[in-house]
């Protein structure tokens, strides 16, 4: 019995020394929970608030002389995608909340982050949401109603860091090609409605990581949900592009 004691002592102890060397999966590491923490509410601010965010593997890329400490703002690729690793750029949260605001009262709601870089890293995600998909067979042309749908949560695959289809996007829409019972709905089946027109004043919002600034800009293109259009900021008349995340509201894209 004393031997078996032994045993498991120097088990968790060699647990607790060495976190990393356990295969099993992540290991709690108190300095990458504010890198954790901006990542998940970045993928949030851009899938939705909804949404069930998971981080595996994580590679922290620290700027010599840089302090990681919260709040801060994570801003992902373009391209990236879930279902695999993104890389974030990590701003200090407090800067980049002040430069988003800045940006919104001088009438320059896009542009780049100029504020100084913290950090890159490289994360593993996986995003869980509610899923659209139909409940029974739909002739190409019809006109899709909510009896025709099902939502069920589940992982979302690869998809782009972008709101995902869900009722709104899908209820009178028109399908554009049969689809069968149990098919996840996608924006190649159907012609989702219309959520801006040409012309339409829209509510603009800029997000960094989890801050966010609002403004009012004029659409120049129609979009559905998740559709990326122009749009005129109303009082510098810049031009700028963003993406359709409800009805009359664009997030502006911000590059870094």
């Known amino acids: 019995m004393r031997r078996l004691i032994v045993a498991v002592s120097c088990l968790i102890a060699g647990v607790l020394l060495h976190p990393r060397g356990v295969q099993a999966g992540w290991i709690y590491n108190e300095g990458e929970a504010p890198v954790r923490a901006a990542i998940i509410e970045a993928i949030k601010a851009r899938m939705g608030s909804g949404v069930d965010v998971t981080l595996g593997a994580l590679q922290i890329r620290q700027v010599p002389g840089a302090t990681l400490v919260a709040p801060l703002a994570a801003v992902p690729d373009a391209g990236g995608r879930t279902g695999g690793f993104i890389r974030f750029v990590l701003y200090d949260g407090r800067a980049a909340r002040q430069q988003i605001l800045h ?91 219309a959520l801006v027109k040409s012309g339409d004043e829209v509510q603009t919002i800029v997000r960094v990581g989890s801050l966010e600034a609002h403004g009012v800009a004029i659409a120049t293109q129609t979009g559905s949900l998740g559709a990326e259009i122009r749009l005129v900021n109303a009082t510098s008349r810049r031009t700028l592009r963003g993406r359709v995340v409800g009805a009359r509201e664009v997030e502006v894209m911000y590059e870094h």
């Open 103 to 193: 940006g919104q009262t001088s009438g320059g709601a896009a542009g780049k982050i100029s504020g100084r870089r913290l950090a890159t890293a490289d994360a593993e995600v996986f995003v869980a949401a509610d899923q659209v998909s139909a409940r029974q067979a739909i002739a190409t042309g019809t006109i899709i109603a909510a009896s025709d749908l099902d939502m069920a949560r589940e992982d979302v695959g690869r998809v782009p860091l972008r709101p995902l289809p869900d009722a709104r996007f899908a209820i009178g829409a028109r399908a554009l090609r049969p689809i069968v019972a149990g098919d996840r709905l996608s924006a190649a089946m159907i012609v989702a409605p």
